[in-house]
Structure formats: structure tokens, C-alpha cells
């Protein structure tokens, strides 16, 4: 399993856990049941709890870019899609922030609508026009 299927993973968890309110396990059984690669499983945990432990941080950059769509109005697809890639741009150093932009482009593509990405992608690029401005 590649990261880009590994994040994917990750997105599914989260959504679980948003929607359903699931425990991870509970989530992890739901959205990957069978997943084995012990290397592949650590990347998905690290992504999911660093977004859980950072949760409130980074919806409070969500709101910040987000002009009248809160994070509590948004679908829970778009927002659990900008969650890991914000974690990902603050929190990960070995990623770059181009490819958690450019993953979180192609997940929203896959599981919101037709405009989210452009909104994913908007949001995205002026947190990491700020972020690295600083």
C-alpha cells in the first residue's frame, strides 16, 4: 500500500469517527479491516491521531481560511480531507506541502463533489502561504 492509499485509508477512519462517532478501533474495523502491513498501519495511526490530538488547532485554521463555511457546516468528507493534509503541512517535516496539498486534491476528486477540490485547494494554499511565510 502506497502513502497516497495509506492517507486515503486515514480519511476513511476520520470520517468514521466524525460520523458515526466511532472509536478508531471501531473505525479502523469499518474502514480497513483487513490492512496488515505493519509499516503501511503506523502511518495510518500516526496520521489519524495527530489529527485527533491537534483537532482543535487545526479546525480553528479552518475556520480562519474558510471565509463563511465553518468547519461545523462543511460536509464531513471536505473537512476530514482538510484536517490531514493541515496536520500534514503544521505537523509532518518529512512531507512535503505540495504533495499534502496535492493528495488532498485528488481524495476530495474521489469522495465530495465536483467544486470541493477547488475549495480543498484554495484553503490549503494560503495556510501554507502563511505558514511558510513565517
Known amino acids: 500500500m502506497?502513502?497516497?492509499?495509506?492517507r486515503e485509508q486515514a480519511f476513511k477512519i476520520l470520517f468514521a469517527?466524525?460520523?458515526g462517532e466511532n472509536t478508531i478501533e471501531e473505525a479502523m474495523e469499518i474502514a480497513i479491516p483487513s490492512?496488515?502491513?505493519q509499516g503501511q498501519k503506523k502511518f495510518v495511526l500516526d496520521e489519524v491521531n495527530g489529527?485527533?490530538?491537534n483537532l482543535e488547532s487545526?479546525?480553528?485554521?479552518?475556520?480562519?481560511?474558510?471565509?463563511d463555511w465553518k468547519v461545523n457546516r462543511m460536509a464531513s468528507s471536505?473537512?476530514?480531507?482538510?484536517?490531514?493534509?493541515?496536520?500534514?503541512?503544521?505537523y509532518r517535516d518529512d512531507i512535503p506541502a505540495s504533495v499534502s496539498i496535492n493528495e488532498a486534491v485528488e481524495?476530495?476528486?474521489?469522495?465530495?463533489?465536483?467544486?470541493s477540490y477547488k475549495f480543498i485547494n484554495g484553503l490549503l494554499g494560503s495556510v501554507v502561504r502563511e505558514y511558510?511565510?513565517?
Open 51 to 53: 489529527v485527533l490530538n
Open 58 to 67: 487545526i479546525d480553528e485554521i479552518i475556520n480562519k481560511y474558510s471565509g
Open 107 to 115: 481524495i476530495a476528486k474521489k469522495y465530495s463533489d465536483e467544486k
Open 132 to 134: 511558510e511565510s513565517k
Open 17 to 19: 469517527i466524525d460520523v
Open 2 to 6: 502506497s502513502r497516497k492509499t495509506a
Open 35 to 37: 490492512l496488515n502491513d
Open 78 to 90: 471536505d473537512r476530514n480531507i482538510l484536517r490531514i493534509a493541515i496536520y500534514e503541512i503544521l
